[in-house]
């Protein structure tokens, strides 16, 4: 089936520093790939769509200077958060969507944890 | 716009009963309609789907789930549960037949199975 990694699978890192979260699909090629946030007990929410190639798409009240997003190609997609603080501190997971799936059902990595301290 | 309502936050279950945990969809077009299941400190999966045809779908682990267009839902079941169902469930509804890729997400349903 299809496969979605992630890197790293958690990171702490100090205040003021940036974070790199890269999002890979393994045997599928992505036209898709998404990034959501996720609070304990709580849903997902979506942060921004990205396709490959262009840039990404940013749901309101997501900050599109401090969540950078990079689809450079069909596999990878990149979310960096810049300038982290401790409320960035989130369970962060990607999903990816094969341009072939009729349903447009997308398929998650395990997502990562941050903790900023 | 599209919304799901998952009105169960919390259903616990003794091992080997059967389950129903409920999802209402809200939506002035046709949608495709999902169950993805969450482990503790993972990302999602897939349990099923429904896209179009028959409204009773079968998934992974034994679930199964029925599409009511009548009455917006799309319950997910199993007849008999096992310790390695607790998890949380998350019913997902897309519009259909578009490129818009948004896929809305229900709150989620922690389901405890006790021994």
């Known amino acids: 089936g299809a496969v979605v990694s992630q890197h790293p699978s958690w990171v702490i890192c100090k205040s003021g520093t940036s974070v790199k979260i890269e999002c890979r699909s393994l045997?599928?090629?992505?036209?898709?790939m998404f990034w959501y946030r996720q609070f304990p007990k709580q849903s997902l929410m979506l942060m921004a769509t990205s396709n490959e190639g262009s840039k990404a798409t940013y749901e309101q009240g997501v900050e599109k200077d401090k969540f950078l997003i990079n689809h450079a190609s069909l596999t990878l997609s990149t979310l960096t958060v810049t300038s982290a603080h401790p409320e960035d501190s989130s369970f962060y997971i990607c999903?990816?969507?094969?341009?072939?799936?009729?349903?447009?059902?997308?398929?998650f990595g395990p997502g990562t944890r941050l903790t900023v301290t | 716009a599209q919304s799901v309502t998952q009105l169960d936050s919390q259903v616990p279950v003794f091992e080997e009963a059967p389950v129903e945990l409920r999802c209402n969809y809200s939506?002035?077009?046709?949608?495709?309609l999902f169950w993805y299941v969450q482990y503790p400190n993972q990302g999602l999966q897939l349990l099923l789907k429904?896209?179009?045809?028959?409204?009773l779908v079968k998934g992974i682990n034994g679930f199964e789930a029925e599409f009511n267009k009548s009455q917006t839902s799309f319950h997910l079941r199993k007849p008999s549960v096992h310790i390695s169902d607790t998890a949380e469930y998350f019913c997902a509804v897309k519009v259909a037949k578009t490129s818009y890729d948004k896929v809305i997400f229900g709150p989620g349903t922690s389901l405890s199975v006790i021994p």
């Open positions: 045997d599928f090629q992505a036209t898709t």
């Open positions: 429904y896209l179009s045809g028959s409204t």
């Open positions: 999903s990816a969507r094969e341009w072939r799936a009729l349903g447009g059902e997308q398929y």
């Open positions: 939506s002035s077009v046709s949608v495709y």
